[in-house]
Nanobody, 126 residues
């Protein structure tokens, strides 16, 4: 059973930064494509960022491009989301997702992921 555990959420003022972490319990983490999604109250889950197995390819939603950075450390079985210049509209529950892949792929649709974490709350005050 693959488990994902997020951490690093919290309350921050607009313009501030947070770094989210997602640890995965798998011996083969380097074979997983990873993604971050978020869901604000009353809204549908939306894609934030994705990264391929090696970290060499990344993809971002337009709303976070230039402000957020996804990265991974395969030695630590962890993927990160560095969030800078946060805005009140970034307030949401952030969840990481994983999908085992063969090849250098990443995915931006939630239905393409097989494993999900519980989520961590990020609140940005104005």
């Amino acid at each position: 059973q693959v488990q994902l555990v997020e951490s690093g959420g919290g309350l921050v003022q607009a313009g501030g930064s947070l770094r989210l972490s997602c640890a995965i319990s798998s011996r083969t983490f380097s074979t997983y494509a990873m993604g971050w999604f978020r869901q604000a109250p009353g809204k549908e889950r939306e894609f934030v960022a994705a990264i391929n197995w090696s970290g060499g390819s990344t993809y971002y939603a337009d709303s976070v491009k230039g402000r957020f950075t996804i990265s991974r450390d395969n030695a630590k079985n962890t993927v990160y989301l560095q969030m800078n210049s946060l805005k009140p509209e970034d307030t949401a529950v952030y969840s990481c997702a994983a999908r085992r892949v063969q090849g250098s792929y990443y995915y931006s649709t939630s239905s393409e992921y097989h494993y999900w974490g519980q989520g961590t709350q990020v609140t940005v005050s104005s």
